[in-house]
């Protein structure tokens, strides 16, 4: 029954290009994207505690409904709705869009199914200073509603691709110039290594898989490189938001790092 909704969800979403952002940290990075916003609902505390946003999203032309917390909680179907709940179209872009941009930092999310997972992976890459984020076909929906809060607003920060295959996304990354480099915790080469080999500074695309098998086979072979994050202590592996973390961070030092070097 829960797939059946989240599915019907889904559909809802495709067919509007519309998706929803709870809270005022959503509300007020999409309205700072100057991508618009649909609507605007707002419970009568939410508007008297967030009336800076309330009026920022009022002097845009956006229509702003108040609500009663009741109409709030079944729209915004969370726990403790924080009372501000944006309608936003959406953001992805094509790829080729990323690319003509020249970006040094990607992330391919493939068959990534955990949609708290990929919005905390979103909101890192944003961090790291990444050029963009693909969700290639297999993986979570980046509009589902527990990835948009776990971006923290971050999907309004940077180009989001969705639609394409893991395989098609590598390829054209690499004809754009970018090591495509295979989070595989299986890998015979670690991070640090390839860190000490001076191997991160270069333009990189990184690509992550489930987060309970990881990558198959076949994506880990299309790779230049697989990649293992080392653990130095017993645990058996890390959580797929923090290797992706590990990882986009140890490539934005050593981008950064080269950029200063060179300036």
Request: proline letters at 5%; a negative charge.
């Amino acid at each position: 029954m829960r797939a059946a909704r989240t599915l019907g969800k889904r559909a809802l979403r495709e067919r509007s290009r519309q998706f929803l952002a709870e809270g005022p940290q959503a509300v007020r990075e999409a309205l700072r994207s100057g991508g618009g916003l649909a609507e605007l609902f707002v419970t009568g505390p939410a508007r008297s505690r967030h009336s800076d946003l309330v009026e920022a999203a009022a002097a845009a032309g956006v229509p702003v409904h108040e609500v009663s917390g009741d109409v709030m909680a079944e729209l915004a179907q969370t726990v403790t709705p924080q009372g501000l709940l944006a309608v936003c179209p959406f953001v992805d872009v094509p790829l080729d869009a990323v690319i003509s941009a020249q970006p040094r930092l990607v992330v391919v999310l493939a068959n990534v199914r955990d949609p708290g997972n990929a919005g905390t992976v979103l909101r890192t890459a944003d961090a790291a200073g990444a050029g963009g984020v693909i969700f290639a076909a297999a993986s979570v929906d980046p509009y589902n509603s527990k990835c948009v809060r776990s971006s923290a607003g971050s999907i309004f920060h940077l180009p989001l691709v969705t639609g394409i295959s893991a395989s098609d996304a590598v390829s054209a990354l690499r004809k754009a110039g970018l090591a495509v480099l295979a989070a595989d915790g299986s890998a015979k080469i670690g991070l640090d290594q390839m860190d000490a080999q001076d191997r991160l500074g270069d333009p990189t695309a990184w690509l992550f898989g489930n987060e309970a098998w990881g990558l198959p086979g076949d994506l880990v072979a299309i790779a230049d490189e697989a990649v293992a994050v080392p653990i130095y202590g017993q645990a058996e592996s890390l959580n797929l938001a923090a290797a992706a973390a590990v990882c986009l961070y140890a490539s934005a030092r050593a981008q950064v790092g080269g950029a200063a070097q060179a300036g």
